[in-house]
């Protein structure tokens, strides 16, 4: 069945550090791939997504490319602020017709 | 616009009780979701909804049930509680079914099981 396997966690990065997170996912098809933000006390924020092969989706500084022969959606983000502090989480939607998600990644941002 | 709306947003239930969680989507979404989220096993679907019809249904036990209202409105029930059932229950809208198209997630309900 379709899987995520996302990096573990907690990560700690100083104010403006390189952001990476990986995320390698398994699944039958073509399944689109998402990165949701969690922040404490609140549900999911869809950050950004791709529904194909070498799509790039991006948003707020996040971006994450769709790479199908490495099968990975990868998080990267230039310079990360202390408002970046979230659970981070990669999710797919492939033949199942569900949103299978990672275990997520706790991210906190020191100033 | 509002977004997704559940209530309420905390809840202590007693084991062996039953429990029912409400979500209102986004005005004008039909699809409706919803996922359990605990510590030991993240994010777990539970069912969709469209058009007042389960259109798909993960893993759970039958003491897990919900239905969807003709104003899109959802509502999940528990029966039997148990103290595993306690966790973060969300609830997500979109426009159409279907992942593809982007789900907005709501604040979720805390339910503890005592």
């Known amino acids: 069945g379709d899987s995520v396997t996302q990096m573990e966690g907690p990560v700690t990065l100083s104010e403006e550090a390189f952001l990476t997170i990986n995320c390698t996912y398994t699944a039958t098809g073509y399944p689109s791939l998402f990165w949701y933000v969690q922040y404490p006390g609140e549900g999911l924020q869809l950050l950004l997504k791709?529904?194909?092969?070498?799509d790039k989706g991006s948003n707020k500084g996040f971006e994450a490319t769709y790479r199908k022969e490495t099968t990975s959606f990868h998080l990267e983000k230039g310079s990360v602020q202390v408002s970046d502090s979230a659970v981070y989480f990669c999710a797919l939607s492939g033949s199942a017709r569900q949103l299978t998600f990672g275990s997520g990644t706790q991210l906190t941002v020191l100033p | 616009k509002a977004g997704v709306t559940q209530t309420p947003r905390y809840l202590i239930k007693t084991r062996g009780q039953q429990v029912t969680l409400s979500c209102s989507p986004i005005?004008?979404?039909?699809?409706v979701s919803w996922y359990q989220q605990t510590p030991g096993q993240g994010l777990q679907f539970l069912f969709e909804y469209f058009s007042e019809t389960q259109r798909n249904k993960g893993n759970f036990p039958g003491r897990f049930s919900g239905r969807q209202f003709s104003n899109s409105r959802s509502e999940m029930n528990v029966s039997t509680l148990e103290l595993g059932d306690s966790a973060l229950y969300l609830c997500?809208?979109?426009?159409?079914?279907?992942?593809?198209?982007?789900?907005?997630f709501g604040s979720g309900t805390r339910l503890t099981v005592v």
């Open positions: 791709a529904t194909k092969a070498d």
């Open positions: 005005s004008g979404h039909r699809s």
């Open positions: 997500a809208s979109s426009a159409r079914q279907g992942f593809n198209y982007g789900y907005t």
